[in-house]
């Protein structure tokens, strides 16, 4: 039997296509397919380390994982990964390839379809059903030309497409009933049907307007998706995320929105955890006085951010919080930055320079071209719990504080720590996932961890998703609509 594929695009942005598919998969699963995600192209800086040594977008992760699989650098084999407002890295199967000008990315884009059907035809190989995830619109006309994340990507792979819609933003019917209205009629007849994601109320409310869809559009209708109260509960992958609701405990950790913030899925399992009050703080706010820690985030260019931190006088909220006695972390990038010096003399983040940290460890970091991408298994120096994360990030950090490490990693050390104790930075990501470590990290600041386990918590959540998706749309046509695809060549 040919493997089959069904492609979730959107009316736009932020529809929410990477948990519709996620949830599709988990259904998928639960029925008893073998069933694998799939997204050509992603922009997103909240990247995952793949056990191949790869990275691809944190959401192609979490659908892995909702399909029962291991990640792969195949579910995502083009990544943009923002450094300024108009250019990227781009990441091909995994691996970082070259940077591109946001003008020049058109006439790349033909090029790129070539790894996009080659590791699509590898995925094919591997299960029966491949749910896809589109990227931004089908509607964005001036982008058709070469496309390979939307209609380009579903009529080279011959893939029906299901088109999603958002209530929650408003004018969910000019959003469909528009987006056939501007696209070539040889894509439409791609799409196989509709579906209403994020409605609020009764939805019975809606039944005249989602009949109107069909009577403009001739498309068949799967369902209306009511807002599902769990996504806090998921792992984030857009930055436009970061506002959702979060845990309110009595020790308030504070995190600044970088303008290039990423990975910043670090830190949902201290959000999920009773005793934390998580708030992320959005440019032109000051940090808050009553933070008890300020973690210092992942970021895609630890220089940009560096000014862009100071622009919004963080840098001073930050010392102002430091002399109060309070603690400060730093993941990645805002570890470089908490020292006296990053040096990028070749600009592999962008233009050459050398700019001051924050100067509150005892630490210098100097940009290389190599770029660690590796999953490990690290011990924690104060509390001896182990830790399995990743580390994703080009430069090497070393001074004086160097001499505290944060862990060892097959005994080498990572990470450092000021002489009080109160300042730490490490090269880890994904650290609070581990719920032993998690429990004792708490500890150290008087803090009782929550029971569950957070990927438990995870799982159980992608259950409920498909469970609440089974209910209330048709999962058995849309499924049904997946064409046979046979693998690219």
Request: aromatic share 6%; with cysteine.
């Amino acid at each position: 039997m040919p493997t089959r594929a069904i492609m979730i695009q959107g009316t736009g942005s932020n529809v929410g296509k990477s948990m519709l598919v996620a949830g599709l998969c988990r259904a998928a699963l639960r029925r008893g397919i073998s069933v694998a995600p799939f997204k050509p192209q992603n922009m997103s800086n909240n990247a995952a380390v793949t056990d191949e040594g790869g990275e691809i977008g944190r959401a192609q992760a979490l659908q892995a994982m909702a399909s029962g699989r291991t990640p792969s650098v195949h579910m995502n084999p083009v990544l943009l990964k923002p450094e300024t407002d108009t250019g990227s890295q781009i990441v091909i199967q995994g691996k970082a390839q070259s940077r591109l000008e946001a003008r020049d990315f058109g006439g790349a884009r033909g090029v790129l379809l070539k790894p996009v059907l080659e590791s699509f035809g590898i995925l094919a190989k591997t299960a029966d059903l491949i749910i896809v995830e589109g990227a931004g619109s089908p509607a964005e006309t001036n982008l058709r030309k070469g496309d390979i994340a939307n209609m380009g990507f579903a009529r080279a792979a011959n893939v029906p497409v299901v088109l999603a819609g958002d209530i929650d933003r408003g004018g969910v019917i000019a959003q469909i009933v528009g987006t056939q209205a501007v696209m070539d009629p040889s894509d439409t007849a791609m799409i196989k049907g509709f579906l209403i994601n994020k409605f609020r109320g009764d939805v019975a409310l809606f039944d005249e307007g989602y009949l109107d869809i069909q009577h403009r559009t001739g498309w068949s209708g799967f369902g209306v998706l009511p807002w599902f109260y769990g996504a806090h509960l998921l792992p984030a992958e857009d930055a436009v995320d970061l506002a959702r609701a979060r845990s309110d405990g009595a020790f308030h950790i504070v995190c600044p929105m970088l303008s290039r913030i990423s990975n910043f899925d670090d830190l949902d399992p201290l959000a999920a955890e009773p005793s934390v009050r998580l708030t992320m703080i959005p440019p032109g706010t000051p940090l808050p006085a009553d933070a008890d820690l300020v973690i210092l985030p992942g970021t895609k260019s630890t220089r940009g951010d560096l000014a862009f931190l100071r622009a919004q006088g963080w840098d001073i909220d930050l010392r102002a919080h430091v002399r109060r006695g309070g603690h400060v972390l730093g993941i990645c990038g805002g570890y470089q930055m908490l020292g006296q010096v990053v040096d990028d003399p070749a600009g592999h983040e962008g233009g050459s320079g050398r700019d001051a940290g924050l100067g509150l460890l005892d630490v210098s970091t100097r940009m290389a071209a190599d770029k660690t991408l590796t999953r490990v298994c690290a011990t924690h120096s104060d509390t001896g719990a182990q830790i399995d994360g990743y580390e994703i990030h080009i430069g090497q950090t070393t001074g004086v504080d160097c001499a505290r490490p944060f862990a060892q990693i097959d005994g080498v050390p990572d990470g450092a720590t000021s002489r009080d104790g109160k300042v730490t930075g490490t090269y880890l990501h994904g650290l609070f996932a581990n719920d032993v470590f998690r429990k004792a990290w708490l500890a150290k600041f008087g803090l009782a961890a929550a029971s569950t386990s957070y990927s438990q918590t995870v799982e159980d959540t992608l259950d409920q998703l498909a469970a609440h998706m089974e209910q209330h749309l048709d999962v058995s046509a849309l499924l049904d609509c997946a064409g046979p695809v046979g693998v690219p060549n």
